[in-house]
């Protein structure tokens, strides 16, 4: 871009615990104020982000050949205790990793934060009260709440487009007429090229990663996922212990046994009210 001179150390994209964004010694100061500035570090930031990504695949791929090595020469137990740590390490890591990113977005959004951040929902969305140890791409999945559905559809992309637009206008009061219209002639040119390559093929609302866990979790018969009794919750509990707890309330002198037939009967009225 004009009027800029990069003196780059090291690259910017392999900056991703720096909590500061790369200093860049600029030949104008003036430079620095004008949009196309803060075009620039938002294009470095998207980089930054792919390069971690391809960097995630990599390692992901070289633990999963260590795992299956490791499975060669130890008992399930200490497959299991090994796994864990993994689990461990990875999660503080990328905890890690997002926080510094969202703070770079936000330093771009003038200070404000981005999207919902899951993070700090945790604790009151997911309560895992299993023995079983929730992976975070499954943690991530269940903290989106009882009312998320995973849609896997031919999209109307014009519709699509049109929503994304709309919600895109809603930032015109809070930026500057130039970079609005920046943006908006950049994010045309994306959303056409996205349409044309898109066009109808299935495309779901989560993550591949995402997808894989909850066909993990719908083949798992030792837990139960069920919703709280209040708010938007999600709760895992052993399938045991669910079964044993329904037992006891079961045998409480406010039920009232019925024959099969009323208990078809019963159940085949429900099924119409549904």
């Known amino acids: 871009m004009p009027g800029l001179s990069l003196v780059l150390a090291y690259p910017f994209i392999a900056l991703v615990r720096n909590e500061e964004f790369l200093r860049i010694k600029l030949r104008k100061k003036k430079v620095e104020e004008q949009p196309n500035y803060c075009i620039f570090q938002r294009q470095c930031l998207i980089n930054e982000f792919n390069n971690r990504q391809n960097d995630y ?145 299935n495309i779901r609302n989560v993550s591949d990663a995402e997808y894989e866990a909850i066909q993990s979790l719908k083949s798992n018969m030792d837990i139960v996922v069920t919703k709280a009794d209040k708010g938007n919750c999600i709760v895992i509990l052993d399938k045991k212990d669910y079964i044993g707890r329904a037992r006891e309330i079961l045998e409480l002198d406010q039920f009232e046994s019925v024959t099969p037939r009323d208990g078809v009967l019963h159940l085949h009225n429900r099924e119409k009210q549904m």
Not at 91 to 109: D, Q, T
Not at 127 to 143: A, C, F, G, I
Request: hydrophobic content about 35%; some cysteine; glycine content about 2%.
């Open 57 to 201: 695949k990599r390692l992901q791929k070289e633990s999963s050949d260590i795992l299956n090595e490791f499975k060669l020469n130890f008992n399930e137990d200490e497959i299991r205790l090994f796994q864990d740590h993994l689990i461990r390490i990875t999660s503080r890591e990328k905890e890690r990793c997002i926080k510094v990113h969202m703070n770079k977005l936000a330093l771009l959004n003038n200070g404000k934060p981005l999207g919902q951040d899951y993070l700090n929902y945790k604790s009151q969305l997911v309560h895992n009260l299993s023995s079983y140890v929730l992976t975070p791409n499954k943690e991530r999945l269940l903290q989106r709440g009882w009312k998320f559905c995973i849609e896997n559809k031919v999209s109307n992309m014009m519709n699509f487009m049109t929503e994304i637009e709309l919600n895109a206008y809603t930032r015109k009061p809070v930026i500057s007429a130039s970079v609005f219209k920046v943006f908006c002639r950049d994010f045309y040119a994306i959303a056409s090229q996205m349409m044309k390559v898109s066009k109808c093929k």
